[in-house]
């Protein structure tokens, strides 16, 4: 079993960052790739960005490409999501999972419960 818990989230306005972290229970947090997803207002949730297990491959949907940086500290059991240049349709919750690398969510084994990001125009 792997329990994961966000934090970071909150309300900034257009063009302001936030830094998303997800903390990981237990001792198996390496095994497991990483991905970040969200749920905006009456939307479908989405494939945000994606880390391998050792950090060395990631991938990201287009919406995130050039603005957030996915990252993981093995030694910490730590998934980060840097997000930069926020838009207002980034608004969303955005939930951290644990399973296999990709952007499947369907491959995801573990959810966390989510923290809100709200970006103000």
């Known amino acids: 079993q792997v329990q994961l818990v966000e934090s970071g989230g909150g309300l900034v306005q257009a063009g302001g960052s936030l830094r998303l972290s997800c903390v990981a229970s237990?001792?198996?947090?390496?095994?497991?790739?990483m991905g970040w997803f969200r749920q905006g207002p009456e939307k479908e949730r989405e494939f945000v960005a994606a880390?391998?297990?050792?950090?060395?491959?990631?991938t990201y949907a287009d919406s995130a490409k050039g603005r957030f940086t996915i990252s993981r500290d093995n030694a910490k059991n730590t998934a980060y999501l840097q997000m930069n240049s926020l838009k207002p349709e980034d608004t969303a919750v955005y939930y951290c999972?644990?399973?296999?690398?990709?952007?499947?969510?369907?491959?995801?084994?573990?959810w966390g419960q989510g923290t809100q990001v709200t970006v103000s125009s």
């Open positions: 999972a644990a399973g296999v690398y990709g952007g499947n969510a369907n491959a995801y084994d573990y």
């Open positions: 237990g001792r198996t947090f390496i095994r497991y790739g």
């Open positions: 880390i391998s297990t050792s950090g060395g491959r990631t």
